[in-house]
């Protein structure tokens, strides 16, 4: 049976039995509309009802200092490579964050593999919780098709008022709801509530966010390298990297030597960095492949919606509005998909009405 | 830890130290058991601790064994301190990297090798390496261009590139001194002056940034074909592992796809020349 039912009352249970076994993060209220992925003991700290976290999950996949090696130069170059996992479970992830993680997962399992990387995903527990509307104004998951789950999760939850229904995706998954003896199988009611459910979210989430069918976007892109959108951008960014960061599929890095006060001793880490830092291209010859910050705001929009279509095959965006809500310039990546189809003449107001896409069946 | 850290350096030794310039010192290598076992155009990333790691092309070719060569202007923190190395001392070392010369496709073709100032470091590898197979290759010109002759690496080696009967060497500078008897002007002077079969000739053009774009716009009017001009792009080749970001180049990630390209694959990016 892949779907199973956890009462109201038995969501801190869930959260004890998974705390006995691993740390559990979820996204915890910090204040006015600011959520962050903290580790809980139990339920009652959880907040489902979240708009993204000011940082999506992907800390927990790479943070943003991680050791790489530690070295002892006493005696010449002496390096032993670190690989640090930690067991985790990650409580109460969105589908756009779900997202996120399946992009990081592509990018890192490409060869050649990154092991740090991998060690800490394989250490992870995912489960997932349904957005069952928007959370925000800057979200535009619909446009990405990221608005009801396509898997990268080992349980996902849904609300149905009452209790929670939960898919089951993998024997992680799978061995949680045997060895937590909280739940109870679904009956075909419960699963029709679900459709009902879904079936309220597609009139929620009608149409595009924004006025371009999905599978327009590549194109779109095509056209608009020399748009004049990335000249408005230019004047506006003040490179910050924000966007960047906040990003669930941002994962460029810097490599980064910190000797000990003994200076032979040390250890070399990544660290987050950005391609919105002035010198992110610079090369030790002094030439600076962006230098503009229009150029660099242009990289990280290719970035998202056009490179990773040849590689991928999906957009890197999303759609979790987290660069437009972190922009200390207002950058809107609404807005400025908007600009674009507007400079382009693609406008569709229709767009994502009838997808081409079918929309996935509640029951799999 | 017994893993397989894509982060994890060989032991490099340094065999010998030689200033080539006021600014360029040449390191030899070698790895304590084996060879470094590079294609022409390949790169390596050279550590020291505490210090950081660097992308370098490696200068030698891989027809020299045992050992292998770094040609390191100093511009940084790392090639600072590489500077301040002699023989004996210990760098670290990972890769080589990158997709380097096709060499299999070049064998049998002319070549026309364009570099400029720099540039002559990662393509005297190919050049080295294809005098020291010479038979397998057609007609062989050599154009190098600097800025001026204080800067010129590999004098003897030049030297005897110019001797050579089986290659043709031409060289330029933009600014001349007092001793100079060569050439004035930049390096797309030298082009228009070559005779070539443009369907068997293989352009390879390793230099500054800026210069691609004069050197390519010269090798298209002597009519050689686009997929026939190899180019080597320089990029802040970070990690090595197509992931830190830093060498993209539209989707392209340098270090991996790259550095050697050819101008058709490259020419509708935006950004890459």
């Not at chain 2, 002077?189 to 293989?202: A, H, K, Q, W, Y």
């Amino acid at each position: 049976m892949q779907y199973n039912l956890l009462n109201k009352n038995q969501l801190n249970d869930l959260i004890s039995f998974l705390a006995r076994e691993q740390k559990v993060v979820a996204p915890v209220a910090q204040g006015l509309n600011n959520y962050a992925f903290t580790e809980i003991k139990n339920g009652i700290q959880a907040t489902l009802n979240y708009i993204p976290t000011t940082l999506p999950p992907k800390k927990y996949f790479m943070p943003q200092r991680e050791t790489l090696a530690t070295y002892d130069t006493t005696q010449g170059q002496n390096m032993d490579p670190v690989v640090e996992h930690e067991k985790v479970a990650l409580f109460g992830v969105h589908t756009c964050d779900l997202a996120g993680i399946q992009c990081l997962n592509m990018v890192f399992s490409e060869k050649p593999k990154d092991q740090n990387y991998l060690a800490r995903k394989n250490a992870i527990t995912i489960i997932g919780y349904e957005c069952n509307a928007y959370c925000d104004r800057f979200a535009s998951c619909r446009l990405v098709h990221n608005h009801t789950p396509n898997g990268g999760y080992d349980l996902f939850m849904t609300n149905l008022g009452d209790k929670f229904i939960l898919h089951v995706n993998t024997p992680a998954g799978e061995k949680i709801i045997e060895r937590s003896h909280l739940f109870s199988l679904a009956a075909k009611a419960d699963l029709a509530a679900l459709e009902r459910l879904r079936q309220k979210k597609r009139e929620i989430f009608e149409k595009n966010e924004i006025p371009i069918e999905h599978e327009k976007i590549p194109e779109l892109f095509d056209k608009s390298y020399q748009s004049k959108v990335w000249a408005d951008l230019d004047k506006r960014c003040v490179a910050c990297g924000n966007c960047t960061n906040v990003c669930p599929s941002c994962y460029c890095f810097d490599v980064i030597d910190e000797p000990n006060l003994d200076l032979t001793t040390g250890r070399r880490y990544r660290q987050w960095d950005s391609c919105q830092n002035e010198t992110f291209a610079k090369v030790a010859g002094g030439e600076n492949f962006r230098k503009e910050r229009g150029a660099r705001q242009r990289h990280r929009y290719y970035r998202k919606f056009r490179f990773p279509i040849e590689k991928f095959s999906r957009f890197f965006c999303t759609g979790c509005g987290r660069c437009s809500r972190a922009c200390m310039a207002k950058i809107d990546l609404k807005e400025t998909l908007v600009s674009l189809i507007k400079e382009q003449g693609m406008e569709n107001p229709n767009a994502g009405r009838q997808s081409t896409i079918a929309e996935k069946p509640a029951t799999f | 830890m017994n893993t397989k850290s894509p982060y994890q350096i060989k032991i490099g030794k340094i065999l010998s130290v030689k200033q080539m310039t006021s600014m360029e010192k040449m390191f030899e290598i070698a790895l304590p058991g084996e060879d470094l076992s590079h294609a022409p155009g390949q790169f390596v990333e050279v550590s020291l601790l505490g210090i950081g790691e660097a992308p370098l092309s490696v200068s030698s070719s891989p027809t020299k064994q045992g050992s292998f060569e770094l040609v390191v202007r100093k511009v940084g923190k790392l090639t600072g301190a590489l500077h301040k190395l002699k023989a004996g001392d210990e760098v670290g070392i990972r890769g080589p990297f990158g997709q380097g010369f096709p060499v299999r496709i070049l064998e049998g073709n002319d070549l026309l090798f364009v570099a400029g100032g720099l540039g002559i470091v990662p393509l005297r590898s190919l050049i080295n390496f294809v005098i020291g197979n010479r038979k397998n290759f057609g007609k062989v010109d050599i154009l190098l261009g600097c800025r001026n002759p204080k800067e010129m690496l590999f004098h003897e080696e030049l030297a005897g590139w110019k001797e050579r009967l089986d290659v043709n060497f031409n060289c330029t500078v933009d600014k001349a001194d007092p001793d100079w008897k060569g050439n004035v002007g930049l390096i797309t002077s030298l082009i228009p002056g070559v005779t070539l079969d443009s369907e068997r000739t293989f352009a390879v053009v390793v230099g500054p940034p800026i210069m691609y774009k004069f050197v390519i716009m010269k090798l298209l009017d002597k009519n050689i074909p686009e997929r026939q001009i190899l180019i080597s792009l320089e990029r802040h080749m970070k990690c090595g592992l197509g992931k830190c970001g830093h060498c993209q180049i539209g989707n392209t990630y340098c270090c991996q796809d790259g550095p050697v390209f050819t101008y058709e694959k490259v020419k509708a990016i935006g950004g890459a020349i």
